[in-house]
């Protein structure tokens, strides 16, 4: 099975400050998909961002963007301008082709927002 | 909107009851999965099924059995309910191709046994 690893549990950021949430992953495949969920107190996991491992440019949504270094197999998610609405557990997900039907979830960052 | 419906937000069993999660989705997926979600463990995969009557054992099956005997609906069960099994368990679904296609997750079952 395929490891991701978010090392840390829980972070904080001040309100319209920047803060980066780690995550790295263990695989043999070239070719494979990475995601960020964001999941708010007892709300629904969603999609935050997807980013291919074939592209060399890192993806963007909005306030929210990645570093993919496919080399060092991290893929960072960086939250600008943060917003109160922006609390939420964050998880970072794996899925390939070669995996099947599946996708691998790191433990989550428990992110806070100081107002 | 896509939508993965859970049937029961919260529900508190007695040990020893069975248990039955329900799950509908409404994007024609083939890929429905069961997760088990706890403080400090992240997701962790029950029961996944791939199409209708197939199912395969994800990473904590002991103590859990699957239906999916419609494609829309993928059923979680807790033949004796343990107290260990109380936490938050979530419903998703996803197609089968293309694995830059996302996940789709329900709301989540807050199941306690006592």
């Known amino acids: 099975a395929q490891t991701v690893t978010q090392s840390q549990p829980e972070m904080s950021v001040q309100e319209a400050e920047t803060v980066t949430l780690s995550c790295t992953y263990d695989t043999s495949e070239s070719d494979y998909y990475l995601f960020w969920y964001k999941q708010p107190p007892s709300r629904q996991m969603i999609l935050v961002i997807r980013q291919e491992a074939y592209k060399q440019q890192n993806a963007t949504e909005n306030r929210f963007s990645v570093n993919f270094q496919k080399a060092a197999k991290s893929f960072s998610l960086k939250i600008s301008d943060s917003q109160l609405g922006d609390a939420a557990m964050y998880f970072c997900a794996y899925r390939s082709d070669a995996t099947g039907n599946q996708f691998y979830f790191g433990t989550g960052t428990s992110l806070t927002v100081i107002p | 909107d896509v939508k993965v419906t859970q049937s029961s937000r919260y529900l508190v069993k007695r040990t020893g009851e069975k248990v039955f999660l329900e799950c509908v989705q409404d994007m024609d997926h083939e890929n429905m999965f069961w997760y088990r979600q706890d403080p400090g463990l992240g997701l962790r995969l029950i029961y996944f099924?791939?199409?209708?009557?197939?199912?395969e054992k994800g990473d904590i099956p002991e103590g859990y059995s699957v239906s999916r005997e419609k494609k829309e609906r993928f059923s979680l069960i807790l033949e004796s309910a343990s107290t260990n099994q109380t936490s938050m368990y979530l419903c998703?679904?996803?197609?089968?191709?293309?694995?830059?296609?996302?996940?789709?997750f329900g709301e989540g079952s807050w199941l306690t046994v006592v």
């Open positions: 998703a679904s996803s197609t089968r191709t293309g694995a830059g296609n996302t996940i789709y």
């Open positions: 099924s791939y199409d209708v009557k197939m199912k």
